[in-house]
């Protein structure tokens, strides 16, 4: 373990996240908020402590796997305490806990929040709340990668650790390369959505604040009633689009623009991740047309919105769907737990995940009827190792155990079942809204400081895919080792 580098490395971050809270001091600057202060002071703070632990020496500067794992899972940890300064320093969270889980839930892009009245913090702080979103959307780990001219080949062991999905890789040969082609593709996304927001008659800002949203899947806004105050029609279209288009692997993106668009045609995830979402809200209008809204535009408007918010795990809500039929609201959670396309800045399981988990049953009933045949899963025609599917197994035994325990945790607050079991899955799955309490139309301010303290840990869990967080529960992860 090279505890030197991991440390220089969180010294990095953290004077990356002191300089990314520039466009929030500007921000006040601009509408000439007290907070400016509160900006500064830290930005000082973080780059102060950022610049101490940059100080320090390291003789050897590899990064190896478990290096790797760790910088990422104190970073995030860090860049998530850092973060809640301007919250605390500003007195628009006063509760220390209460800071920490906004953000939190802003650079893990869940988008659950305690605040009761959204429009009544300054805009300077409103917008920190979203950037984090938009930070916290490809990686801030990435993004160091993308930025720094010091990185070298072993930095893919940061690249694995932080990026979603059962096998990340390499897009080109050169790690940093890769970064940079993820970083243009997030950055163009990003201002086509804000571009076509301000033809809708956003202002900047608030063109910003859902473009940050909806890029990073993290669904912040700047309204109490979210995408819902706007009532326009263009704007949720555009919205939806987007939330679906951000779920997509962006590695296909890339081949889209190598042109290789048969390959993308062909990608088995894409194609679930496309089925899964037209079912749904096949299904849902169908539940809810005439029943909750009297013509089937609106219930389509009103179901691809939720739809699409709910698979890729962004949180935006037009509608109250704890009013939803059963049956709507049972299709809502179980798009929760399938989430995005790996690659992509959604959140869940993953589609990737769900099909191997299909493919692995498959197989196995297979086997019963032909025991002495060679079974093989496959994905694009590919055989998939034995390695990656005990993986994908072993990964949704380890959700399931932290769901059960967060669940039994939470409960201790004695709220109703559907509470406490969607809070848990609205965090773990780094969306945001759950039904009952913590729904479109409700927040996690009634919550107990214990529930906050274990969602907030859930929500960071849930970005970082488990283990990089669950390890450093394990003693033998710390010993020094040269692998």
Known sequence: MNYRMIFKSIGTVLCIEAACMLPS????????EADTLSFAVSMFITAVTGFLLLRIKTPISRIYTRDGFAIVALGWLHVSAFGALPFLLSGSIPSVIDAFFESASGFSTTGASILRNVEALPKSILFWRSFTHWM?????????IAILPSVNASTINIMKAESPGPAPGKLVPKIRQTAEIL??????????????????????????????????????????????AYSSVYTET???????????????YYM??????????????????????????????LNINGTVYQSIGESIRYAAFQVSSIITTTGYATADFNIWPAFSQVIL?????????????GGGLKCIRVILLFKIIKREIAKLNHPKAVQTVKINGRIVDEETLSGVMAFFFFWILI????????????KDLITST??????LNNIGPGLGLVGPVGNYADLSVLSKAVLSVCMIVGRLEIYPIMLLCFSSFWKRSSI
């Open 422 to 427: 969607t809070a848990v899955t609205a965090t």
């Open 333 to 345: 959670v179980l798009l929760m737990f399938i989430g995005a396309c790996a690659g992509s800045t």
């Open 403 to 414: 769901f059960a325990v967060s669940v039994l945790i939470v409960s201790l607050d004695g």
């Open 136 to 144: 916290g959307g490809i990686g801030v780990l990435i993004l160091m």
């Open 25 to 32: 001091l500007l921000v006040a600057f601009i509408y000439r």
């Open 238 to 252: 555009v919205i939806t689009v987007f939330m679906f288009l951000f779920g997509v692997n962006f590695t296909l």
């Open 183 to 228: 970083y243009i593709i997030y950055i163009v996304l990003t201002a086509i959505q804000v571009v076509l927001l301000l033809a809708g008659g956003m202002t900047i800002y608030d063109a910003l604040i859902h473009a940050f949203g909806t890029a990073s899947t993290g669904g912040f806004s700047s309204r109490n009633a979210s995408v819902a």
């Open 256 to 285: 889209v623009f190598k042109r290789n668009i048969k390959s993308v045609l062909r990608d088995e995830e894409l194609r679930f991740y496309f089925g899964v979402v037209i079912t749904a809200i096949v299904l849902i209008v």
